[in-house]
T-cell receptor, first 115, second 114 residues
Framework: KAGVTQTPRYLIKTRGQQVTLSCSPI?????VSWYQQTPGQGLQFLFE???????NKGNFPGRFSGRQFSNSRSEMNVSTLELGDSALYLC??????????????FGQGTRLTVV | AQSVTQLDSQVPVFEEAPVELRCNYS??????LFWYVQYPNQGLQLLLK??????LVKGINGFEAEFNKSQTSFHLRKPSVHISDTAEYFC????????????FGAGTRLFVKA
């Protein structure tokens, strides 16, 4: 079974630009979560999508948005990039909210650098 | 609201020595607890999880953790570490109310020395 795939692995953008990151979950998984990881703030929850609906949201500004498609693939968009958005963005997929599917499987992440 | 505190940001230890990485959590509801490991330039990998039942949980790579409800702790232990255990370790909590939302601690960097 293929794991969680995130593309691209590395990205360099300029301040003010926008960026879209992609995540393909494990086949059959319907929940996709996004996290931002930085040395100073650690792992911070951005949002979770389940069956094309945003089910949970963290405390990030509206510049951070996401969506999920009918095949469970998810995209995350950041508009008007700031230097502080430089981070490793991790995507995690999970089966559903039942007790037997509590484990989150993580992709390798997309390293975003804003210059 | 839930929160997770990892009490040590860095833990240096000699190879073959035992290690304990400490984690405390707070939550107003019953929670599920996890330990993840992250190697450089990689995503996170699940080491072990506590959902219910036995409070001593065994995971991969010889790690185990004990859930202590009265002390709201979930410390990770390994009796004998290897150089290859050098990595960042994250404790996490999830309550699965209204969806999947896992909150992570700040991480503990385990550095195993020869």
């Amino acid at each position: 079974k293929a794991g969680v795939t995130q593309t691209p692995r590395y990205l360099i953008k300029t301040r003010g630009q926008q960026v879209t990151l992609s995540c393909s979950p494990i086949s059959g998984h319907r929940s996709v979560s996004w996290y931002q990881q930085t040395p100073g703030q650690g792992l911070q929850f951005l949002f979770e999508y389940f069956s094309e609906t945003q089910r949970n949201k963290g405390n990030f500004p509206g510049r951070f948005s996401g969506r999920q498609f009918s095949n469970s693939r998810s995209e995350m968009n950041v508009s008007t990039l700031e230097l502080g958005d430089s981070a490793l963005y991790l995507c995690a997929s999970s089966g559903d909210s039942s007790l037997m599917n509590t484990e989150a499987f993580f992709g390798q992440g997309t390293r975003l650098t804003v210059v | 609201a839930q929160s997770v505190t990892q009490l040590d940001s860095q833990v240096p230890v000699f190879e073959e020595a035992p290690v304990e990485l400490r984690c405390n959590y707070s939550s107003s509801v019953s929670v599920y607890l996890f330990w993840y490991v992250q190697y450089p330039n990689q995503g996170l990998q699940l080491l072990l999880k506590y959902l219910s039942g036995s409070t001593l949980v065994k995971g991969i790579n010889g790690f185990e953790a004990e859930f202590n409800k009265s002390q709201t702790s979930f410390h990770l232990r390994k009796p004998s570490v290897h150089i290859s255990d050098t990595a960042e370790y994250f404790c996490a909590v999830s309550d699965h109310t209204g969806g999947f939302k896992t909150i992570f601690g700040a991480g503990t960097r385990l550095f195993v020395k020869a």
